[in-house]
């Protein structure tokens, strides 16, 4: 059978997600998977709902006589399938039967299963968005599905092909990363392979890993048994249930990555189905190698149910290139082209390997009794001949004849010596050439660890060297930290070095991103005054380039022109500095120039697309000018040569409707179908055109555009249309001096803001043109209030809304944005909370509006009855929402009304977002113990156990379940208090036990000594008699948190999940100080339980420290229980 690919349609069962947010959300403190969260310009999806209905898509199949593809463009253009069609259909790829939506993604919507492909940043910003896609045929029967996206944050376009071969199991990925943009950007690249997992599944890395590391490499593990703590789990006190490569042994949500190896390959092997698989790739370009597991615990098992009705649990065994961690990113320089291959095949009946290539995989394991199990399985036919020695003897050699899905074992061969690094096994072709050979590693070999720790860098204050500054501000901005701002570091380098080249530099390019160009302009300056003041020619020309953009967008032409050629003496900038000087020729129309300035740029860079594109466009109008033949036909071939690299290169396709020959339809026709004529596209190739000055074809690709309909998708898509291609329109009748420039500019004005979300600079400049028009337009100032907050330009944006405020707006998002911004910029809360209603009294409905009100009272620690009875005034929109049904559910809590509260949490189905795990469990549990606490006071001793058992049976549909390493030490305290009140005493005393055994808890997503479950341990001390050991655990919590109060506070460096910082901002030295006041107001009360000593002193105090809690979050509800127990005891001590 040769390799089949074809386009079509399935019918899958679908849980749908919400609509995507017509409210802008600008994350800039969201910590997501280690880096930045911002999720602008992307809308914002935060609902999934519970009942699957059918939903086509359009499934690309390729298949051969070994194995099954399935691939989804219209999810993020993943595998959805990949069997082994040898092995009874073996899906060594995670197979779902539902797409079922979770609340994972950068921007909502995740799915699991299959393989996804994450770039520029995990997980992949376009996951639930749709990539285009096209089918090639090789002249040997291969076929590549090809996917690719302009990627919505920072338009850069990614692409990858799954290609299959007639003859072979080898599945290849090839990948072609392209900077279509002038400036640098970071980037990693993760294969995401889902496997299905059970007791029997096992994970398997090469032989000379023998340790991992987690994220950021924040810590580390031998490897593949556990000696130490590893996310929180004590592997050295699980002996038989410490090997990492076994899911059935890791219990938590744990991620682990390789370091280092000398190997190219590593896989997965389920024992029970005999099928596995082994990925291959280059180690040297891509070094990533992890397993990822939810755990295999009740927790895990929570996700699993959110992911997946039927498939069961699964492991990510995750590739990676030029990374090996999450975060760690490399750089894509402007215009620069990557590409890379990755390969996976099925591998049968012979368990984890120890060595693999693309054509060969060789399980070579010594049992403890000496025999030597070897296998072998290869990807095509093979003839050969299987060597195995020990030392100059041969134990083994036999002829190997096999096809893909074959496996040939032995198992009877004797291990003699006592090195089984003496053992050697060689697999030759029948012409003798090697094909794969493997040496066991000794046991007794002491591994060694080239890879530390990392730790956090200092203050900039703290830093010894300039040097350093300059170093750490590039890793925090290289990383994406989400924390730290690289800023104060360079910013310090120019306080010690005012003319530091690099901090100069460095400031320079963020400034220029931001569009602050002239700012951006005078450190430039500066850097090219120190690079040159000693000699003329600097060894790097970056500064001069990104002088030369700045002064060009600033106006000044002559010297951008002048900065950008002294950039090209230095080889890394001379394409992307003879590319832009290109673009300056065609906009005088010096055509000779530009070609010789186009071919100058691909002679250094022959991989740089819109560098031939543009030399297309270029050519042709040089042989117009010069008054030559007028055939396009030279001209499509080279836009041709372009597509037969790239496919998917859409400002190819649509110069194929320039050069057209005839009238040109069926080439319109292509374009429209394989751009799914995407606003955002759309934009992007109106910008290439012109930033070289072709504003007629501009003019015709966006008329094209709004003349035709958008492609449908099965997924929301909300950014395919946009008012932002009217204004560009607009502005470009204007720049052309079109006679319906003015037509045009108020069809613009008359536009949907619904997600009006521009980002690129070239946005900026348009819609600042639109503002300086005659007459008022409040949606080019909220558009571009968004851009600039997008730019973190608070007060620049600040002032554009007020603008559109001022021209009374109809767009309530223009309020709620100035909310936003004014409280995270101002602290003005009263001013904030104004242009809230204002937004709500333009959008009533909008449930977000509601939550984020809220949300706004919470900071402002507004009174609990004023919220409580706004919330339940919008009941019906807060029940739309999660988040807000949780926060009605604490205001019931800390009011009295639990059973309100239970009755609420249990009427509905809750949705997690990962990292964000707890919120809906906390409300549940304390409704349970306020229930089960308020039983027990009134003698009903049952159903206050009822209550408290219920607390640890979590149902299903919180969506959440206690973490393993959450503490339970309040409910076991509590039920064996009812236990106690109906005499069964000895159960009492197990529970007690249990809470007070526990140590430590788990704490926004991390391990923690102390909590406010500590109280209960020491309560459950006195319970059992142990009050001495209560009073010196009550004495150590009272030391910690008053150790901790005042104490500066900050966000940990390494985290790699942060809900509590979404939408405002909250003085972060307030909250900490706050939860170690509750802390130390806890152990001022156990310690009153411990002895009758100073008791009215320990009560004062406690009362002290819930003050400061109260003055904070006046809806803390352990706060305000502890606060009426203090004011009983002030009453019966009156």
Not at 415 to 433: H, K, P, T, Y
Not at 720 to 746: C, F, I, P, Q
Not at 1075 to 1086: D, M, V
Request: aromatic share 10%; with cysteine; hydrophobic share 35%.
């Amino acid at each position: 059978m040769k390799t089949q690919a074809t386009l079509g349609c399935q019918a899958i069962p679908t849980y749908p997600i919400g609509e995507p947010e017509k409210n802008p959300l600008f994350f800039e403190k969201r910590v997501y998977q280690g880096s930045s969260g911002k999720v602008y310009p992307v809308p914002f999806v935060d609902k999934v709902f519970d009942q699957p209905q059918d939903v086509t898509y359009q499934i690309a199949r390729l298949e051969n006589d070994f194995v099954r593809l399935e691939m989804m463009p219209e999810i993020g253009g993943r595998i959805w399938l990949g069997q082994d069609k040898t092995n009874n259909d073996f899906d060594f790829f995670y197979r779902q039967d539902v797409v079922k939506p979770a609340l994972v993604g950068l921007a909502g919507p995740w799915i699991s299963g299959g393989v996804e492909f994450n770039w520029p940043q995990h997980h992949r910003p376009g996951t639930f968005m749709p990539a285009d896609v096209h089918i090639e045929e090789e002249s040997d029967g291969s076929q590549t599905v090809w996917m690719s996206e302009h990627d919505p944050l920072n338009r850069l376009k990614g692409m990858h092909g799954v290609r299959l071969r007639p003859d072979s199991s080898l599945i290849e990925l090839k990948a072609r990363l392209y900077n279509r943009t002038p400036l640098t950007h970071t980037f990693l690249w993760w294969a995401n392979v889902a496997a299905r997992v059970h007791d029997q599944y096992q994970s398997f890395l090469p032989p000379d890993v023998h340790y991992v590391a987690d994220h950021a490499v924040r810590a580390m593990s031998s490897f593949p048994v556990a000696n130490t703590d590893y996310y929180g789990v004590d592997y050295h006190n699980r002996p038989g249930a410490n090997d990492l490569s076994w899911y059935k042994n890791i219990p938590v949500p744990t991620s682990y990555m390789i370091c280092e190896t000398g190997l190219d390959f590593f896989g997965g092997y389920d024992h029970a189905a005999g099928g596995g698989f082994v990925h291959v790739a280059n180690r040297h370009i891509a070094p990533g190698k992890k397993q990822w597991t939810w755990g295999n615990e009740r927790f895990g098992w929570t996700w699993d149910r959110e992911l997946t009705d039927q498939g069961g649990p699964y492991v990510e065994l995750m590739a990676g290139v030029y990374t090996d961690n999450q975060p760690d990113f490399s750089y894509l320089l402007p215009y620069e082209t990557k590409t890379f291959s990755q390969f996976w095949w099925p591998i049968q009946d012979i368990g984890p390997v120890q060595q693999a290539n693309c054509d060969a995989a060789l399980a070579f394991r010594v049992r403890s009794d000496r025999q030597i199990e070897l296998g072998v399985c290869v990807s095509s036919a093979f003839e050969g001949e299987l060597t195995v020695r020990e030392g100059d003897r041969v134990l083994e050699q036999t002829q190997i004849n096999l096809q893909p899905g074959q496996s040939w074992q032995n198992s009877e061969l004797q291990f003699q010596g006592d090195q089984v690094s003496n053992l050697l096994a060689e697999l030759r072709s029948a012409g003798g050439e090697l094909v794969l050979d493997h040496r066991p590693i000794d046991p007794a070999t002491v591994p060694t660890r080239n890879r530390q720790v990392a730790t956090e860098p200092p203050a900039p204050e703290d830093v010894a060297s300039v040097d350093e500054l300059f170093h750490i501000g590039s890793h925090l901005e290289q990383y994406r930290h989400p924390t730290r701002s690289p800023g104060p570091y360079w910013q310090e380098g120019l306080r010690r070095d005012p003319g530091d080249y690099r901090c100069h530099l460095a400031l320079g390019k963020r400034l220029l991103q931001r569009g602050q160009y002239e700012a951006a302009g005078e450190h430039l300056q500066s850097a090219v005054a120190r690079l040159t003041s000693l000699h003329p020619n600097p060894e790097t020309g970056e500064a001069h380039y990104y002088l030369g953009l700045t002064l060009r967008a600033l106006g000044n032409v002559q010297d951008a022109y002048a900065a950008l050629y002294k950039s090209t003496w230095n080889y890394e900038w001379r394409s992307a500095a003879y590319y832009q000087l290109a673009t300056l020729d065609c906009l005088r129309a010096d055509w000779s120039s530009a070609c010789d300035h186009l071919n100058a740029s691909l002679d250094t860079n022959r991989q740089h697309n819109k560098a031939s594109l543009l030399l297309a466009l270029a050519q042709a109008q040089l042989a117009q000018q010069r008054g030559e033949s007028s055939d396009t036909a030279e001209s499509r071939k080279q836009v041709q040569q372009v597509l037969s690299v790239d496919p998917l290169d859409h400002w190819a396709y649509h110069l194929l409707t320039v050069f057209a020959c005839d009238s040109g339809s069926a080439e319109i026709e292509q374009f429209l179908a394989k751009t799914r004529n995407d606003a955002q596209t759309i934009l992007d190739l109106a910008f290439d055109y012109i930033e070289s000055g072709f504003y007629q074809h501009a003019i015709d690709l966006i008329e094209l555009h709004h003349a035709n309909e958008v492609t449908p998708v099965a997924v929301p898509n909300p950014l395919e249309r946009s008012a932002m291609t009217h204004y560009v329109l607009a502005w470009l009748k204007h720049r052309t001096n079109a006679a319906d420039a003015g037509e045009a500019l108020n069809r613009a004005r008359g536009q949907s803001a619904d997600h009006c979300f521009p980002s690129r600079l070239e946005e900026m400049d348009v819609l600042q043109w639109a503002m300086e028009q005659p007459g008022s337009d409040p949606l080019a100032a909220y558009a571009l209030g968004n851009l600039l907050l997008d730019k973190r330009r608070h007060q620049d944006a600040i002032d554009v809304w007020q603008v559109a405020a001022k021209q009374e707006s109809s767009v309530p998002q223009v309020y709620r944005n100035l909310g936003i911004a004014i409280w995270n910029h101002s602290a003005d809360g009263q001013q904030a909370s104004a242009y809230y209603q204002q937004a709500m009294d333009l959008d009533p409905q909008d449930a977000r509006l509601v939550s984020e009100f809220d949300q706004l009272s919470k900071k402002r620690n507004i009174a609990i009855e004023d919220r409580l009875g706004f919330l339940q005034s919008n009941r019906e929109l807060v029940l739309l929402r999660d988040d807000a049904t949780v926060e009605l559910a604490a205001l019931y809590n800390v009011t009295g009304n639990a059973k309100e509260s239970l009755d609420l949490l249990l009427s509905r189905r809750f949705h997690p977002w990962e990292g964000g795990e707890g919120a809906v469990l906390r409300q549940y549990t304390s409704a349970r113990l306020l229930l089960g606490k308020a039983d027990l006071e009134n003698g009903d001793a049952q159903s206050a156990h009822d209550h408290f058992t219920k607390a640890m049976e979590t149902p299903d549909s919180l969506g959440e379940a206690y973490h393993p390493l959450q503490a339970q030490a309040d409910v076991n305290y509590w039920i064996g208090r009812s236990l106690t009140a109906m005499g069964r005493d000895d159960e009492a005393v197990k529970h007690f036990q249990l809470s007070a055994e526990e140590e430590g808890d788990f704490s926004e997503m991390a391990v923690t000594q102390f909590s406010p479950l500590t109280y209960y341990r020491g309560l459950s001390m006195c319970e059992l008699g142990q009050r001495d050991e209560a009073a010196a655990l009550f004495t150590q919590l009272r030391q910690f948190a008053n150790e901790k109060i005042g104490e500066p506070a900050k966000i940990d460096y390494f985290a790699t999940s942060l809900p509590n910082l979404l939408v405002f901002d909250e003085e972060l030295q307030c909250r900490r100080d706050a939860e170690n006041h509750f802390l130390a107001a806890l152990a001022c009360h156990g310690l009153c339980q411990c002895s009758a000593d100073e008791v009215e002193t320990l009560m004062a105090n406690a009362e002290t420290h819930l003050k400061k809690v109260l003055e904070f979050d006046r809806s803390h509800q352990q706060a305000n229980e502890l606060a009426k127990q203090l004011e009983s005891y002030s009453l019966e001590n009156a």
